[in-house]
């Protein structure tokens, strides 16, 4: 090998002063940045840098040509939105790099972590995930939708807050609703519901609604959809929003 | 209200690059710091402020101290390690402000997210969570006992990859055992389990095993258990280390 490196980097949800410095300091090291159009295009590249975006249904692809021009010695980033681990990019690279040359198990390859979305939802929102929780991506492209309803359930039986990333696209449109019709067979009607949209950047939006109201229509791709427990409050802010928090402690009732 | 305001912040897990710029820039503003004794201690304070240091079981007490010093007028900072979302302070501070004073709730409090221990373990081994997880605590202080293996079977039984949180401590001496015994009545012996000890810090540890050979004294307070699925992969690293997947694809078979 030939002095090439990978490093696997997560942005965070889109600020600046949410992007950790170990992957500010791993972007500017790198001679070529790799992901998906509009995550590359939040990095300030400097001229030097060789920028390779590619779309969205591209990430083995995308992973094996990372891999390959590190095994060429090329300092390589590949970046996600949020945290490369939380369904982002980092296995997909794990996942060709089994599949790939032997070769490239000898790259010296780093993962530097990210501010996922569900973080950064809650934090916006006051403490949801107070408690145990689950995250749950409602995409069916990789994974028979049957799972899905599978693991949907067992969560609510559980009394876990869920994050559900991918609710729903053009191509998935009926997913998210069928999600909640089972939901409301498992959980109270109360049980309150967030579609926070795009946080911490300019067009942010967040709902505030419950189990009983909510509509698939009021997420749209870049949104992730929070499922609080019957436990999780709702507090009234200053500005007329709503805190929302899910208490440390549960009863003994399941 | 006198101008006070209240920021809760996570603190990352212990690397200062694995520490948010707006986490940082919080802790700048602040007259006061609140935490646990050893969380405070990793913030470089200035002269001029105040650090009031706690024990580790007094969260509500400390939440209530710090929306009474925000009510007073000061800019308060109640910090944890890794996401103050995640069994962090955020939640005991909501508890506090629904309980507490009416006066409280116009205060200005916001939420400054953190790199969680799940999100740090996982870059640091690869991308165990690289498909649907959930974050559990294994701490019987909040919640029933009977209430946590309800949620440990469920999230079994659904193929989510966990991260253990609070695994054992000296008042907690058998739960991890119970724990490991119940997962292998529900998942392959073969699963990987991982013990994350300080990840990012100096006296980090890493070790990757099997659900077969998983043993609760190799985990400590300061450990993160993660325990994968049928479906998580291990590959041999060039140090000698493992790497660990979770593919994001999923069969069938459920």
Redesign the interface.
């Known amino acids: 090998m030939s002095g090439g490196r990978l490093d696997i980097i997560?942005l965070?949800p889109g600020?600046?002063?949410?992007?950790?410095?170990?992957a500010t300091?791993a972007l500017h090291q790198a001679t070529d940045l790799l992901g998906y159009l509009p995550y590359v295009q939040r990095v300030q590249a400097h001229p030097e840098q060789c920028v390779h975006a590619s779309d969205n249904r591209e990430?083995i692809l995308r992973a094996r040509h990372a891999l390959q021009l590190a095994a060429d010695g090329r300092q390589v980033a590949v970046v996600s939105a949020g945290?490369?681990?939380?369904?982002g990019m980092?296995?997909?690279?794990?996942?060709a790099?089994?599949q790939g040359d032997l070769q490239w198990?000898?790259?010296?390859?780093q993962?530097?972590?990210?501010?996922?979305a569900v973080?950064?939802v809650?934090?916006?929102l006051?403490?949801?995930?107070?408690?145990?929780?689950?995250?749950?991506?409602l995409s069916d492209n990789?994974?028979?939708w049957?799972?899905i309803e599978?693991?949907v359930a067992?969560?609510a039986?559980?009394?876990?807050v869920m994050a559900l990333y991918n609710p729903i696209s053009q191509s998935r449109p009926w997913q998210l609703g069928s999600t909640f019709a089972l939901l409301r067979r498992h959980l109270p009607a109360s049980v309150p519901v967030i579609f926070a949209r795009a946080i911490s950047r300019e067009d942010e939006a967040v709902l505030v609604t419950s189990l009983q109201d909510a509509q698939p229509e009021q997420a749209d791709m870049r949104t992730l959809v929070l499922i609080g427990t019957a436990e999780t409050?709702c507090?009234?802010?200053?500005d007329g929003g709503a805190?929302v928090?899910?208490?440390?402690?549960?009863g003994?009732g399941?």
Not at 111 to 116: C, D, F, K, L, N
Not at 126 to 137: Q, T
Not at 235 to 238: K, V
């Open positions: 997560g965070g600020a600046a002063d949410l992007q950790c410095p170990r300091q990430e945290d490369a681990g939380v369904f980092a296995a997909a690279v794990f996942e790099l089994e198990r000898e790259l010296p390859i993962v530097h972590p990210g501010i996922s973080l950064a809650a934090a916006r006051g403490a949801p995930l107070g408690n145990d929780f689950c995250v749950i991506s990789l994974k028979p049957t799972v599978h693991r067992h969560a039986q559980a009394g876990l409050r507090l009234e802010r200053p805190w928090y899910t208490p440390r402690s549960v003994g399941l």
